[in-house]
């Protein structure tokens, strides 16, 4: 399994529309996950992070299944803005040291 | 909000020159952090420095490369002598005592 494996997409939905992106990592001792947001030649932006089962804000939800390895992120009424694309993180083990970052999932969003 | 800055935004420099990336991390912040990505792949992890050395490296970092603090707000990374190889985005990062690494605007190598 790939340190940290995600659906490359593109996924390609109308505004309004719900999303899901899916994410696997391979490294059983990370205790925390992040979801970052990257738009076309840009720096990653933190989007959400995950430390337990879940976590909520607005229309963004992360849900982190550990026996199996798996992060998500949903994506409620979709807007333009939304359109970039989503990169799973998982640290190196334990601490914060080292991020290993998925490939990234494209979303475009459109009208 | 404070902010990773980073210089230059783009540079072009001939292959087996050398290349000086500059960052000002968050001022308060103590980790700090080089990543690179090439153009259309992923986001890859360079080094990470404390306390005035390098805390952890990638096979990525090898003697080409070196990272300084020369004072109390710069960060730098080194390339001593460019391949074609290394034309990527480079983005330096920082960390508080919270979990959250912040990156900068990145610089973008081209190497010709």
């Known amino acids: 399994r790939k340190e940290v494996e995600q659906d490359p997409g593109p996924f390609n939905v109308p505004e309004g529309a719900t999303v899901a992106f899916n994410c696997t990592y391979s490294?059983?001792?990370?205790?925390?996950f992040f979801w970052y947001r990257q738009d076309c030649r840009k720096e990653p932006k933190l989007l959400m992070s995950?430390?337990?089962s879940g976590n909520e804000d607005g229309r963004f939800t992360a849900q982190l299944n550990r026996a199996s390895q798996y992060i998500s992120l949903l994506i409620r009424d979709s807007k333009l803005s939304d359109s970039a694309t989503y990169l799973c993180?998982?640290?190196?083990?334990?601490?914060?040291?080292?991020?290993?970052f998925g490939a990234g999932t494209r979303l475009a969003v459109h009208p | 909000e404070p902010e990773v800055t980073q210089t230059p935004s783009h540079q072009v420099t001939q292959m087996g020159q050398e290349v000086i990336l500059r960052c000002v991390p968050i001022?308060?912040?103590?980790?700090f952090y080089w990543y690179r990505q090439i153009l259309g792949q992923k986001v890859e992890f360079l080094v990470s420095?404390?306390?005035?050395?390098?805390?952890?490296k990638s096979e990525i970092f090898d003697d080409q490369f070196s990272v300084e603090r020369p004072d109390g707000s710069n960060f730098t990374l080194k390339i001593r002598s460019t391949k074609l190889e290394d034309s990527a985005m480079y983005f330096c990062?920082?960390?508080?005592?919270?979990?959250?690494?912040?990156f900068g605007e990145g610089s973008w190598l081209t190497v010709v």
């Open positions: 993180v998982v640290p190196n083990g334990g601490g914060y040291n080292k991020l290993i």
């Open positions: 990062a920082s960390r508080g005592s919270g979990n959250t690494i912040y």
């Open positions: 420095f404390y306390n005035n050395e390098i805390s952890e």
């Open positions: 001022s308060n912040h103590l980790y």
């Open positions: 490294n059983s001792a990370s205790q925390s």
């Open positions: 995950v430390y337990s």
